[in-house]
């Protein structure tokens, strides 16, 4: 009996999987799709290609199935008979973006941490990211099922890597998460869902070292990676218990705090002890040190970091026009309070993040970034978008930026020799721009097609498609 059924199963769904490996589209997705042709060449673009390099004008880029095959001065390049020639004078191309700290949940009047299956993988792809990590789960399996569906053809949306459910020790935390209590317990748990098939885990900011420690290492015995967002434990301790990937930047940092007891978050938080914080002193810049000698790379959310000085957050329609009406009343009312907010040491704590973030790279560290798309304006896709704004502002050069959100976010995920830059060989994942984002930041939101392995979607469609859901689905 339960080996016919298991026969039945395989005979639906091996169909299935042929068919996403033939890149075809579903009826689901064809109306959001605008190119759909196997051969496809955008010529006379303006190129930022992931790796650095300094922007190209007027380039070719080919595209072959799920993949590029060619990318070179117009001229240069030969364009293959049959191919759809798409001109794009007054364009600029960059890779899809790689959000690493890209949660499916949003926090609002409708609910805390409400998983948004509809509206976000719809936002992140419309806006240019085709990648994310989830960085911190309440709906593991909704993520593993979502993550599916999208790889099949059967929905819309980005390539996810899925996180398991946050490790976070203390109290009940909202009623989300698992309180991990012991070293033993953190092992099972990250046991258990490295066995289900999840590739990253997030600390939160309770846990205890032994915890932590316990946690890295079943991980890593699993294949699997740890990043965190941590409070109870600072980076160096963190770096020395063996950890991947650090999220968030200098202000989550407790170590820094005077009479910080060991494994609890400092009393009484502060702004004002960053923002009196030296960032070339000694003590930070030997937690730079240490992190880059012992390869922990930094996740970069600036947009997010940016709703504590409300008075700079700019306006984005875009992120009104996508709320659920009650929603939308409440970040209304935030950017209205926020024209005269007296946020002016918040603001030089966010400098100093800024310090942080461009002393690493100097360094030699692996930065990549995502949005934290959590609560209030920080929505998916927009606040990667606003990421760019701030990393420019951080003092990186719009070429280290645009690589700092997808080349490096690639390497991060391990994923560097199939996405993250526009080359021959890569995967074709590319953001076709409106104008130019190198010399006007702000081109950045001009998104009109998204490819994601080969196929376009048309960004405004899926962009419209949500209005009024975030926050409900
Ligand atoms: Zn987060």
Redesign the pocket.
Known sequence: MRASIRLTSLAVFLPLALHAQSRTVSDAVRPFVSVEADLVALTHVRLVDGTGAAPRSDQTIVIDGEGIIAVGNAGDVRIPAGAEEIDLSGHTVIPGIIGL?D?MYYSSVGGSMKFMPFSYPRLFLGNGVTTIRT??SVATYDELNLRAVIERGEAIGPEIYVTGPYLQGGDLSGLRMHPVAGPEDARRMVRYWAEEGVGWF?AYNQISRAELGAAIDEAHKHGVKVTA?LCSVGFREAVALGIDNL??GLLTNSEYWPGKQPDACPAVPSTAMYGELDVASDAVQQTIREMVANDVSMTS?LA?MELSSPSRVPVDQRVLDALFPAARASVSNYYEQGRTSDDEMSVRVLQKAMQFERDFVRAGGLLGA?S?P?CVSAMAGFADQRNYELLLEAGFLPETAVQIMTLNGARILGAGDRIGSIEPGKQADLVVIRGDPTTTPGDIRNVVTVFRRGIGFDSAKLIESVNGQVGIR
């Open positions: 700290h949660h960085t911190g997030k967002h999220e968030h959310t997010v995502g934290d959590c």
